[in-house]
């Protein structure tokens, strides 16, 4: 409900929790009832310190809003400034790396992370726009009820210069488009030129299906270029929730400097949900320079099937 979350001690109870409206009479049965105050003095991520609280009222009738300090102080010098509004369905965009160097032929993967506002749950189409000539996007979905995607920048070997990158998210609020911009922190945030990849990376299959509970194994391959010999770290991301890489180990995917592929499993847990997205595969070269030095795979196709009974059901519904 959007209240300050409260903390109790170690080794008493913790009870599953019934919300009942405030005119309701409760028989005791021997569980705890307390009063479930509107307070919060927390913000999400886009209010900051401010604090936000989200109230249904139950009921027709007059209601009281406050503000105090949590250290109890006052004085002339205290202004606070209360804002109170129906809710507004919104999302901000933020994205990382901010100003990518994109390898001369090769590709560099953007995390495009949003933050949503008043609940808005829906899918989230990102792009890169006003790309100059030899350079192309992979877009990507941040899919409703998740926070985040993958895109891919990519150079071509005729491509040159630099500019400036704009990232867009584009959603169905309310039954009317809107369109989002990343707010870099930077003053400037450019796409710039770097030489061409020391890596190139490769995964097979280029698409995986997978019933829920079932796994399968996806090997991946690399080529090591400009004098690069050392051993590569394999990331896979932008995995749905329920999809994840088995057994990897401590050192998780890794290709030692001995070898030039490795293969790893992707399962599907029984309660994950149908979808079709990209996952990729990157592989990285360990550096302790700021700037990372990421190589991803073309986009594997990922589609995890309807459950046995879902599917079922849907060939009901088409022989009616």
């Not at 109870?13 to 009479?25: I, M």
């Not at 109170?84 to 999302?91: G, K, S, T, V």
């Not at 930077?186 to 997978?210: D, I």
């Amino acid at each position: 409900f959007d209240t300050t979350p409260e903390t109790h001690a170690v080794n008493t109870p913790v009870y599953k929790v019934s919300v009942h409206p405030p005119s309701e009479t409760l028989a005791a049965n021997g569980l705890p009832m307390r009063r479930l105050s509107f307070r919060n003095d927390d913000g999400p991520p886009a209010i900051g310190k401010d604090s936000r609280l989200t109230f249904s009222a139950p009921s027709d009738g007059d209601y009281i809003v406050s503000i105090r300090d949590t250290r109890g102080q006052a004085g002339d010098r205290f202004a606070y400034r209360l804002s109170i509004h129906e809710p507004e369905p919104d999302f901000l965009l933020a994205a990382d790396p901010e100003n990518p160097n994109v390898p001369l032929g090769g590709q560099i993967p953007i995390i495009v992370t949003a933050t949503r506002l008043d609940d808005f749950d829906g899918d989230i189409d990102v792009t890169v726009r006003g790309l100059p000539a030899g350079f192309r996007v992979e877009p990507g979905v941040i899919p409703h009820g998740e926070s985040s995607t993958v895109i891919l920048l990519s150079a071509e070997p005729s491509a040159s210069g630099s500019f400036p990158l704009k990232i867009t998210g584009t959603a169905t609020i309310n039954g009317r488009e809107r369109t989002r911009e990343v707010d870099f922190e930077e003053r400037a945030s450019l796409v710039s030129l770097a030489p061409a990849p020391e890596l190139t990376v490769s995964a097979t299959p280029g698409e995986v299906s997978l019933a829920p509970g079932a796994q399968t194994y996806v090997t991946v391959s690399i080529k090591r270029e400009r004098g690069f010999a050392g051993r590569v770290p394999i990331d896979v991301r932008n995995l749905p929730p329920g999809v994840l890489v088995k057994d990897v180990g401590l050192n998780g995917v890794l290709i030692t400097e001995a070898e030039t592929s490795q293969r790893f499993l992707i399962e599907a847990l029984p309660w994950a949900e149908p979808t079709n997205r990209n996952i990729f595969v990157i592989g990285r070269i360990e550096t302790t320079s700021p700037q990372r030095s990421e190589f991803p795979a073309p986009p594997l196709k990922l589609r995890i099937q309807s459950r046995p009974a879902e599917r079922i059901a849907d060939r009901n519904k088409r022989d009616d």
